[in-house]
T-cell receptor, first 113, second 109 residues
Framework: EAQVTQNPRYLITVTGKKLTVTCSQN?????MSWYRQDPGLGLRQIYY???????DKGDVPEGYKVSRKEKRNFPLILESPSPNQTSLYFC????????????FGPGTRLTVL | DAKTTQPNSMESNEEEPVHLPCNHS???????IHWYRQLPSQGPEYVIH???SNVNNRMASLAIAEDRKSSTLILHRATLRDAAVYYC??????????FGTGTRLQVFP
């Protein structure tokens, strides 16, 4: 089954404790991205990657890092999480052709205390 | 980036057709019109997309105005499972989707 998986689905952590949210897709997609969703603000793009070893900032990249060492994986790293990063995070992937469908993961709900 | 305007909410009864409007008066010639929906507690889900011509798939139909400044997502027979937030998004060939706040569709039995 074609899918995007994220782990963990739920995470409660404390300020400053480094964490990684993993994202994996099994569709051989070139393009992957991370979004955060906050009430009243919709989904905002954090980082995206057009292919292996190619990443770029989205609209709200501060406080986040990403890497794309393999085509299928695109982890989101919070080196020193802060309470304002409490949010619902979604990973998405698509093949690199304009107008194509993006597949979204189920989401990771992160709470930073 | 070109923006879209949608009503905040709409209501429908089960098994009735639903027409969800979207205005995008600043659309450029290469912008695709995408529709996604987000069911409660889930990630966004692709519904349909088009460029100029009307499009049909198993989930919905997309009617695009001749001047492309507006479009309408048509659910032919709403079900309770169609209750979701529907997002109309313009994609300028970059795969960067800019989500607004969408239209919250309520479906009543």
């Amino acid at each position: 089954e074609a899918q995007v998986t994220q782990n963990p689905r739920y995470l409660i952590t404390v300020t400053g404790k480094k964490l990684t949210v993993t994202c994996s897709q099994n569709m051989n997609h070139e393009y992957m991205s991370w979004y955060r969703q906050d009430p009243g603000l919709g989904l905002r793009q954090i980082y995206y990657s057009m292919n292996v070893e190619v990443t770029d900032k989205g609209d709200v990249p501060e406080g986040y890092k990403v890497s794309r060492k393999e085509k299928r994986n695109f982890p989101l790293i919070l080196e020193s999480p802060s309470p304002n990063q409490t949010s619902l995070y979604f990973c998405a992937s698509s093949s690199w052709e304009g107008g194509n469908e993006q597949f979204f993961g189920p989401g990771t709900r992160l709470t930073v205390l | 980036d070109a923006k879209t305007t949608q009503p905040n909410s709409m209501e429908s009864n089960e098994e009735e057709p639903v027409h969800l409007p979207c205005n995008h008066s600043t659309i450029s010639g290469t912008d695709y019109i995408h529709w996604y929906r987000q069911l409660p507690s889930q990630g966004p889900e692709y519904v349909i997309h088009g460029l100029t011509s009307n499009v049909n798939n198993r989930m919905a139909s997309l009617a695009i105005a001749e001047d492309r400044k507006s479009s309408t997502l048509i659910l032919h027979r709403a079900t309770l499972r169609d209750a979701a937030v529907y997002y109309c998004i313009l994609d300028g060939n970059t795969d960067k989707l800019i989500f607004g706040t969408g239209t919250r569709l309520q479906v009543f039995p």
